[in-house]
């Protein structure tokens, strides 16, 4: 059985922060949106767009990942009140 690896609040600041500058509350945002499982696959996804210089992009495909997901269980809720 493998073990999830997870990531406290306090280890995405001290990891992200400083990379991420001005965008950072709004990945801090995205990373306490998220299921406590995927925390951890977030901030590596952060940290290597910050290497590579692709915040925005994958803050913005974060974000939507977020929507889709709200979105398909408010319609998962829908249809099973119904």
Do not use: P
Not at 21 to 29: D, K, M, P, T, V
Not at 34 to 56: K, P, R, T, V, Y
């Amino acid at each position: 059985m493998t073990e999830n690896k997870t990531i406290v609040d306090e280890e995405f600041q001290k990891l992200l922060k400083e990379k991420l500058g001005s965008q950072y509350e709004r990945a801090f945002l995205i990373f306490t949106n998220h299921g406590h499982f995927s925390q951890f696959d977030i901030a590596n996804q952060l940290l290597q767009a910050a290497d590579d210089q692709q915040i925005e992009l994958i803050l913005t495909q974060l974000e939507n990942n977020i929507k889709s997901n709200t979105t398909v269980r408010q319609i998962e809720g829908v249809l099973v009140v119904s």
